[in-house]
């Protein structure tokens, strides 16, 4: 992953931060990602973020559940280790629907909590840059990302005019890393 | 906004002949069945009769639970259409006298020529010890009362939720009196609810039909049948309305809701179905496994199966992905599968026991069932159209136009 530029802007106002997600975008820079310590509802909308395929991924899951568990049930009960029980037959399907309908459950979450963390980018051990301590906190905080045609002084001033409280700019790895200290301490350095 | 419904003149004259379809389709079976000398002729006339009454009655019971429910629940998305289900609550009492005729009729006058009551075995128990031994509950007093005492309570709470919401329109703005007399009448409802729909009433009107034969689960699997099939009957009132111009307040995401109790409660009929199978399955006890040994490897195998595929593999492949449920032709198409499917799922539970293998659907059945959904058009259309389709006033209204599913 590449270490980039960034100019990030703090909100201390809902109310101030959609206008201003709305001009970012008609502006044409490149927003990079609205860090808010809540779940703010429409944000997704506001940032124009597309919906996932999270759900797709889930029915694969899902799938691949059944599967597991239709093909390595009956595998045991009739080539493997057939025994009659219950004078039922070998191959008794409404036997092996709740573990079926289990094991569907338990692979679906099991994986889609997976691919939710790594879309996410969140997982234990994982670095990711923090653009701001108070993120979490009380603040809305957005990055936008910079390039040699966006200098930093125009975009600042940009951010600035829409109502941010606070503006800096970072320099930032964009993606996560497993935490090595090397680095962190390189990074540190950067922005020193 | 157009709040006003004005029947249009299709819609009238297509009810009006259905019914006239139903009754000429009676008239039929009262000279070609009801009058037959051959026994399950003349259960045939009935046990279809009693189908197609219960299951009417049933799912447009279902509208007056799913009222009381949002309400105690203080759910606002079903304000944007609520008089649907209001409408379809008051007319409750209609399919339900229908019903206490039909069951009556059954229970006191039907006998086959050896003197036995074929569809209610046990208003004629002789010498069976297991129907004596049940006699304490099914008896004719039992019956009577309970069909008399549910048929009112739901017909009063049906009336009674539509008249309140129209009280609501004339009291003073943002008066929560109403709100909260509703509130309290909905707890109370589920109370009657639970007592008649989810246990008693099954086990009377249905259950009984095979009276050996008896199913811990069964209330609440008769229930999953109505409940999805009640959704999908305002489901489609709601779609009718808005392509009719109405209910302007109903956005995709109160269809999307709705789109979501169809799946939801269709994969909850499929948990309970497949619990009652699969414990009879498994213990393969007897005087049990009669009931599935008719149904799935005996005469009625075929609507066994497509029972299962059309009330659960259909719905879950079709209505799982979210744009499939915000897409009008795949909910309209979807709600009436669901309605199809668990008539003829209530058709399996019924028809097996007086009728055995000797079961039609045919001229008779179609019609009956023809008939009835005319009876249904034509009585809560003309509900609809007494009152405004906006509940004006209702203290949820704002919060139901920027209901996001």
């Known amino acids: 992953m590449a270490i980039k530029k960034f100019a990030v802007a703090a909100y201390d106002d809902e109310a101030v931060l959609f206008p201003a997600v709305k001009k970012v975008r008609k502006s044409g820079y490149k927003l990079h990602d609205v860090y808010t310590p809540f779940a703010v509802h429409g944000l997704d909308t506001a940032m124009g973020l597309k919906e996932t395929d999270l759900h797709i991924a889930g029915f694969i899951y899902g799938i691949c559940g059944t599967s597991t568990a239709v093909g390595f049930i009956s595998w045991i009960f009739t080539s493997d280790w057939p025994i009659v029980y219950g004078g039922k037959p070998h191959f008794a399907l409404p036997a092996w629907v709740p573990i079926t309908f289990e094991l569907t459950v338990l692979f679906a979450a099991v994986g889609m909590t997976l691919t939710f963390c790594y879309l996410n980018q969140i997982m234990p051990g994982v670095k990711k840059h923090v653009f701001h301590p108070r993120q979490s906190d009380d603040l809305f905080v957005m990055a936008i990302e910079l390039n040699d045609h966006t200098p930093e002084a125009e975009v600042v001033k940009f951010l600035k005019g829409t109502g941010a409280k606070e503006t ?16 962190k301490e390189e990074y540190e350095a950067l922005n020193a | 906004m157009n709040d006003r419904f004005e029947i249009p003149a299709r819609l009238r004259n297509t009810s009006i002949a259905l019914i006239a379809v139903g009754i000429l389709t009676l008239i039929g079976g009262i000279a070609a069945l009801l009058t037959s000398h051959v026994d399950t002729d003349r ?28 309400s105690l629940a203080q759910g606002a998305w079903i304000v944007a259409f609520r008089r649907v289900p209001e409408a379809i609550g008051a007319n409750v009492w209609v399919f339900g006298s229908i019903a206490t005729v039909v069951l009556f009729a059954i229970v006191f006058t039907f006998k086959d020529a050896h003197g ?31 069909t008399l005492i549910t048929i009112g309570l739901w017909s009063f709470f049906g009336q009674k939720f539509r008249a309140m919401s129209l009280a609501q329109e004339k009291a003073p703005k943002n008066d929560t009196k109403i709100y909260w007399k509703v509130f309290r009448l909905s707890g109370l409802f589920l109370l009657v609810y639970a007592l008649t729909q989810m246990s008693t009433i099954p086990w009377l009107w249905i259950m009984s039909i095979q009276a050996h034969w008896f199913s811990t689960l069964f209330s609440w699997y008769t229930f999953a049948s109505a409940f999805v099939s009640g959704m999908s009957l305002i489901l489609l009132w709601v779609v009718y309305l808005k392509n009719q111009g109405n209910l302007g307040l109903v956005t995709i995401e109160h269809m999307h809701d709705l789109g979501k109790f169809m799946f939801a409660f269709s994969v909850f009929w499929t948990y309970l179905w497949f619990s009652q199978y699969m414990l009879i399955w498994y213990a393969n006890i007897p005087e049990e496994t009669v009931y599935f040994k008719l149904r799935q490897q005996g005469p009625y195998s075929i609507i066994f199966y497509a029972n299962f595929i059309i009330n659960f593999i259909m719905p879950i492949l079709i209505l799982m992905a979210r744009p499939s449920k915000r897409n009008y032709f795949t909910v309209t198409f979807m709600a009436m599968v669901i309605i199809f499917g668990h008539w003829l799922d209530y058709f399996q539970m019924i028809m097996p026991g007086p009728l055995g293998a000797e079961w039609h659907i045919n001229w008779y059945e179609i019609g009956i069932f023809m008939g009835f959904a005319g009876l249904l058009v034509f009585t809560v259309s003309r509900t609809l159209a007494k009152s405004s389709l906006v509940p004006h006033n209702n203290i949820l209204l704002k919060e139901t136009a920027i209901h996001i599913a």
């Open chain 2, 43 to 70: 259960a045939r006339f009935w046990t279809v009769l009693l189908h197609d009454s219960v299951f009417f009655t049933l799912i447009t019971a279902v509208s007056i639970f799913i009222q009381a429910a949002v």
């Open chain 2, 116 to 146: 036995v009551n074929t569809i209610f075995p046990w208003v004629t128990p002789g010498n069976d010890a297991i129907l004596l031994g049940k006699s304490a509950f099914l008896n004719k007093g039992m019956f009577v009362a309970f």
């Open chain 1, 168 to 183: 800096s700019v970072q320099m930032a790895e964009e993606g996560w890393w497993y935490g090595r200290w090397d680095k």
